[in-house]
Nanobody, 123 residues
Framework: QVRLVESGGGLVQAGGSLRLSCAASERAYSIVTMAWFRQAPGKEREIVARITWSGDSTFYADSVKGRFAISRVNARNTVSLQMNNLKPEDTAVYYC????????????????WGQGTRVTVSS
């Protein structure tokens, strides 16, 4: 069973930056896609960005394009999300997730989830 542990959330002012990290307990070769999702109060969980373990494919939600960057370090089984120019609407709990489906986008295609890390952006 792969465990995902997120870190790096916190409180930041609008325009600031945060870096989230996700460490996988092991490199399960069934996992081909890693992603960051977020869920704001009263809203559905939505994908923020995803990357394949090979690094040859990334996806970003329109709301974060140009501000967020996802990356992975295979040797350390980690995936990071660099978040710049943060906005109050980025406030949410951010979840790391893993999927055996190449280039997966939908929530239901991810079968491993971290516990979440809270990001709060003040105006």
């Amino acid at each position: 069973q792969v465990r995902l542990v997120e870190s790096g959330g916190g409180l930041v002012q609008a325009g600031g930056s945060l870096r989230l990290s996700c460490a996988a307990s092991e490199r399960a070769y069934s996992i081909v896609t890693m992603a960051w999702f977020r869920q704001a109060p009263g809203k559905e969980r939505e994908i923020v960005a995803r990357i394949t373990w090979s690094g040859d494919s990334t996806f970003y939600a329109d709301s974060v394009k140009g501000r967020f960057a996802i990356s992975r370090v295979n040797a350390r089984n980690t995936v990071s999300l660099q978040m710049n120019n943060l906005k109050p609407e980025d406030t949410a709990v951010y979840y790391c997730a893993a999927s055996p489906i190449p280039s997966a986008i939908g929530v239901k295609l991810y079968n491993y989830w971290g516990q979440g890390t809270r990001v709060t952006v003040s105006s």
